[in-house]
């Protein structure tokens, strides 16, 4: 009995952490795909010359990566 009931809390311990990690690679997921759209949202205001101040302000990214982008914009141009 004692063995059962210790296999069942490894089991739920073992199953609680499969779930942990399974919610971990979805929330970088979502966090990725939230991440793609500020940039693709920061290079389309760049292209219309709004300031990069303004933008990362408004798209969550930080001045440095608005700034990197900008550069790597006019590098492509």
Not at 14 to 40: C, P, S
Not at 48 to 76: D, F, M, R, S, Y
């Amino acid at each position: 009995m004692v063995n059962k009931i210790k296999q069942n809390e490894k089991f739920r311990s073992d199953y609680a952490a499969m779930n942990l990690h399974d919610r971990d690679i979805t929330r970088r997921a979502k966090n990725e795909g939230r991440q793609e759209k500020a940039v693709e949202a920061a290079v389309n205001f760049l292209k219309k010359n709004i300031p990069a101040e303004t933008i990362a302000e408004c798209v969550g990214l930080t001045l440095e990566q608005v700034k990197e982008l900008a550069e790597k914009i006019t590098v492509q141009a």
